[in-house]
């Protein structure tokens, strides 16, 4: 069975620019979930999608936002860049949310 | 705020030493993850613990989940220099389905 797919694996962006991230959870899988991950944060969680859903949401400003698909395929948003979202983010899917995750490789986005 | 510290954050060892990687927080957990993570690439899931007092073995590590569920630790035999990578717990409190909470990480370097 395929495991987790992000699109892209690289991406290079200016300050004030915005961004979409695609993730294909393992097939069978409903539930997503994006984090963030810094070296001086850590990972934090973004948000879940659950069937089309938001389901749980981090602590993140209204620039980063998500949505999922009937395919349960998600795509991550973030707008008007800044430089501290320079990160690696990874999505997470599952089969439903109180089921364990399975990460996918990341997207490392570099905000110039 | 749900917490979750884990120590020590780095560790250098040398082959054929043990160690321990500590995991606590001060609310219990309705679920335990531990995974593994190469640089650049998402963290792959090595065990999850569900239910209190729970130990589980995998090759040379073991994992154990606290009585009251609020920690949990991995201990690694006789470690291999193929050991080396980031471990991270991460935790699900209960009321948030799909969002793991993640310590800190512990880098773990084993020498030749």
């Known amino acids: 069975k395929a495991g987790v797919t992000q699109t892209p694996r690289y991406l290079i962006k200016t300050r004030g620019q915005q961004v979409t991230l695609s993730c294909s959870p393992i097939?069978?899988?409903?539930?997503v979930s994006w984090y963030q991950q810094t070296p001086g944060q850590g990972l934090q969680f973004l948000f879940e999608?659950?069937?089309?859903?938001?389901?749980n949401k981090g602590n993140f400003p209204g620039r980063f936002s998500g949505r999922q698909f009937s395919n349960s395929r998600s795509e991550m948003n973030v707008s008007t860049l800044e430089l501290g979202d320079s990160a690696l983010y990874l999505c997470?899917?599952?089969?439903?949310?109180?089921?364990?995750?399975?990460f996918g490789p990341g997207t490392r986005l570099t905000v110039l | 705020t749900q917490l979750l510290e884990q120590s020590p954050q780095f560790l250098s060892i040398q082959e054929g030493e043990n160690l321990t990687v500590y995991c606590n927080s001060s609310?219990?957990?309705?679920?335990l993850q531990w995974y593994r993570q190469e640089p650049g690439e998402g963290p792959v899931l090595l065990v999850t613990?569900?239910?209190?007092?729970e130990v589980k073995k995998l090759k040379r590590l073991t994992f154990q989940f606290g009585d009251a569920r609020k920690d949990s630790s991995l201990h690694i035999t006789a470690a291999q220099p193929g050991d080396t990578g980031l471990y991270l717990c991460?935790?699900?409190?209960?009321?948030?389905?799909?969002?793991?909470?993640f310590g800190q990480g512990t880098t773990l370097q084993v020498k030749p």
């Open positions: 991460a935790g699900v409190f209960s009321g948030n389905t799909g969002k793991l909470i």
């Open positions: 609310s219990v957990f309705s679920s």
């Open positions: 997470a899917s599952s089969l439903s949310s109180y089921n364990e995750q399975f």
């Open positions: 097939s069978g899988h409903r539930s």
């Open positions: 999608y659950f069937s089309e859903t938001q389901r």
């Open positions: 613990v569900v239910t209190g007092g």
